[in-house]
């Protein structure tokens, strides 16, 4: 079975502080893909980044950055120097390498205060 | 470039009766995917299309729920008779199987009451 646990259900912090998102995987699949999504108050899920699991390369992009380590089955998101236009539910989603759905965890709800 | 489409965007109903869902995907998209979203929770996977064929359906697609894509475009979600529990936000998604990785993008949703 595959299963995707996000132990943070919400994380408040002030403005400019750097905030990590936990994301802990479990799958039998050798080959499979990591995703993270934002939803915001109106609802759509916001594609952030995809990871396959041959790659474990951690990526950034502008403030956004991703540390993907099979060794513990995690795959965490960093925000640094937060902005409130951040404040979102995000979402870490897992697809096995055989199936098309995805598998989401519960979800964080960040809020990011002026 | 657009995006993936849901209408409606809200839908209210008395317990009992019908509710259809369409979704149209991003264009040349060959697979479809509608997921359900209860409050506070993450999206559970209902059911998939690649062009006009069903190609699974998740044990929470109850025979009250029925799902089409006639010409492997937009799709249709039907709840019938519909009951309190079926309230939620109902989300399509879409992608492009062209033989590796894929990323699904997601439309808006309908947000679905049961009175």
């Known amino acids: 079975a595959q299963k995707v646990t996000q132990a943070q259900t919400e994380i408040s912090v002030v403005e400019k502080e750097d905030v990590t998102l936990d994301c802990v995987y479990e799958t039998r699949d050798t080959t499979y893909y990591l995703f993270w999504y934002k939803q915001p108050p109106s609802g759509e899920l916001v594609f952030l980044i995809r990871r396959n699991s041959f790659d474990e390369q951690n990526e950034i992009s502008g403030r956004y950055s991703w540390n993907f380590q099979k060794s513990t089955s995690s795959f965490n998101f960093t925000i640094t120097a937060s902005q409130v236009v951040d404040s979102a539910v995000y979402f870490c989603?897992?697809?096995?390498?055989?199936?098309?759905?995805?598998?989401f965890g519960q979800g964080t709800r960040l809020t990011i205060n002026p | 470039d657009t995006g993936v489409s849901q209408n409606p965007r809200h839908k209210i109903t008395k317990r009992g009766q019908n509710v259809t869902f369409r979704c149209d995907p991003i264009s040349e998209h060959n697979r479809l995917y509608w997921y359900r979203q209860t409050l506070g929770q993450g999206p559970e996977f209902l059911t998939y299309f690649q062009n006009e064929a069903q190609l699974e359906k998740s044990r929470l697609l109850s025979d009250r729920f029925s799902a089409e894509r006639p010409k492997g475009s937009f799709s249709t979600l039907e709840i019938q008779r519909t009951e309190q529990g079926d309230s939620a936000m109902y989300l399509c998604a879409s992608s492009l199987a062209a033989g590796g990785p894929e990323t699904q993008y997601f439309g808006p949703g309908t947000r679905l009451l049961v009175l």
């Open positions: 989603a897992l697809r096995g390498g055989g199936a098309q759905k995805l598998v």
